[in-house]
């Protein structure tokens, strides 16, 4: 049976490197999948990533866009996915837009959701990996590489606190997630991961 699942966490604490090893274990033990990310996904997301990640804006625009690109990806990718049977795997999805939209740019949590009131009526995920880790601490800041790709990865630390307080909020209230301390080891934080799917029934 198909599965929506969604990884988010803070800047820099190794999301992108767990999704990598969850997809190469998959595909190891036969477990079709697709990999998708947000915003992004279709080509008409991935242009308003462009547009959301590099041009000056204001909160409320900011919400508006990364919802829109949402309506996009869920209508010409993650429900066609599904409907096809294939479990969806996703960089991001919602939750991030009430953590740094509504908690880290203030508009908060009830006006994030109701301009993403489409995708908490059709497709909301059945697990959401959260990498919990705070981002001051994170591996790229232990390694000393501040990488600012965008201008959300340039905000400054206070925002970044924020962010991590709204994913933490999350985690406190929502029965979807799970919350996964990442190890030094990034091969012991996978198998976290893929033990707390497994006990979900959301891969073998």
Known sequence: MAKFITFEGCEGVGKSTQLKLLEEYL?????????????????????????ILHDEMSAECEADLFAAARCEHIDNFILPALGSGKTVICDRFIDSSIAYQGYARGLGRKRVEEINAYALNVCMPDAVVFIDMNPLESWRRQKGKIIENDRLE?????????????????????????????DEDKTATARKIRQALRERGLIR
């Open 27 to 51: 595909k190891e033990t036969g477990q079709e999948a697709v990999f998708t990310r947000e915003p992004g996904g279709t080509p008409l997301a991935e242009k308003l990533r462009e547009i």
């Open 154 to 182: 340039a905000e400054n630390d206070g925002f970044h606190l924020a962010v991590y307080k709204g994913f933490k909020e999350l985690a406190r209230t929502e029965k979807r997630f799970i919350s996964v301390v990442p």
